[in-house]
């Protein structure tokens, strides 16, 4: 099937659509992750090089060309071995920044080199890919962040209901505080502590 009808296909289901930036110095490379992601009703945008990610990211000291509320980059995919910048120094970048650290990054690469691997995984990467993708890598990875965006606004919504329900007034017709001391007093108020949002777990690595 095309891609394009494969793109139409996904806009008729109405599918939940994540925006993958793609990084890769290949141009044959670029053009199969960049099917491999329409496939999968991804909205992809492919650059060459991690200068061309940091710009496109707001990254490199300039501005990027669009506002990055409307980039809404829920991953990147960027090769390990490229000229000028390699994928690990744009890994080191990104999750050095503050305003993108949370995006997941995936590393790919032709090269199945252990140490390579856990740098790249002790630096931050969600993931270590070894080339050439499979759809299936793809589908996973896709599947993977869904299900953690939906976890993250399920909990957001929890603790928001949990903080607005914790400081609601008292009705009327409750007794004054100071004659209820009782510890189950219907206007009794305990704390509520705050809660991290889960971390999102590693991928186990796929190497085959």
Same mark, same amino acid.
């Given at each position: 099937?095309?891609?394009?009808?494969?793109?139409?296909?996904?806009?008729?289901?109405?599918?939940?659509?994540?925006?993958?930036?793609?990084?890769?110095?290949?141009?044959?490379?670029? &053009?199969?992750?960049?099917? !491999? !992601? #329409?496939?999968?009703?991804?909205?992809?945008?492919?650059? *060459?090089?991690?200068?061309?990610?940091?710009?496109?990211?707001?990254?490199?000291?300039?501005?990027?060309?669009?506002?990055?509320?409307?980039?809404? $980059?829920?991953?990147?995919?960027?090769?390990?071995?490229?000229?000028?910048?390699?994928?690990? *120094? !744009?890994? #080191?970048?990104? #999750?050095?920044?503050?305003?993108?650290?949370?995006? +997941?990054? $995936?590393? =790919?690469?032709?090269?199945? $080199?252990?140490?390579?691997?856990?740098?790249?995984? *002790?630096?931050?990467?969600?993931?270590?890919?070894?080339?050439?993708?499979?759809?299936?890598?793809? *589908?996973?990875?896709?599947?993977?962040?869904?299900?953690?965006?939906?976890?993250?606004?399920?909990?957001?919504?929890?603790?928001? &209901?949990?903080?607005?329900?914790?400081?609601? +007034?008292?009705?009327?017709?409750?007794?004054?505080?100071?004659?209820?001391?009782? /510890? !189950?007093?219907?206007?009794?108020?305990?704390?509520? /502590?705050?809660?991290?949002? +889960? #971390?999102? /777990?590693?991928? =186990?690595?796929?190497?085959?």
């Amino acid at each position: 099937m095309a891609v394009d009808e494969m793109g139409s296909n996904c806009s008729s289901s109405g599918a939940q659509e994540l925006h993958v930036l793609a990084v890769d110095d290949s141009l044959v490379d670029r &053009k199969v992750i960049e099917r !491999l !992601l #329409k496939i999968s009703c991804c909205k992809v945008t492919a650059v *060459e090089s991690g200068s061309r990610a940091l710009q496109y990211l707001g990254l490199d000291g300039e501005r990027s060309s669009v506002e990055f509320d409307e980039l809404k $980059v829920n991953l990147i995919m960027t090769d390990y071995s490229m000229p000028g910048m390699t994928g690990f *120094e !744009l890994l #080191k970048k990104i #999750k050095g920044s503050s305003r993108l650290r949370e995006i +997941p990054v $995936v590393i =790919m690469s032709s090269e199945n $080199v252990l140490a390579r691997i856990d740098r790249c995984l *002790e630096e931050g990467a969600e993931e270590f890919l070894v080339k050439p993708v499979k759809l299936s890598d793809v *589908e996973r990875l896709r599947d993977f962040i869904l299900r953690g965006e939906d976890k993250n606004k399920t909990e957001i919504t929890r603790k928001r &209901k949990t903080h607005d329900d914790s400081f609601s +007034p008292p009705s009327a017709s409750s007794p004054s505080s100071h004659k209820c001391d009782h /510890p !189950l007093s219907p206007i009794s108020v305990s704390a509520v /502590p705050h809660q991290r949002l +889960p #971390k999102r /777990p590693k991928l =186990m690595l796929a190497t085959n």
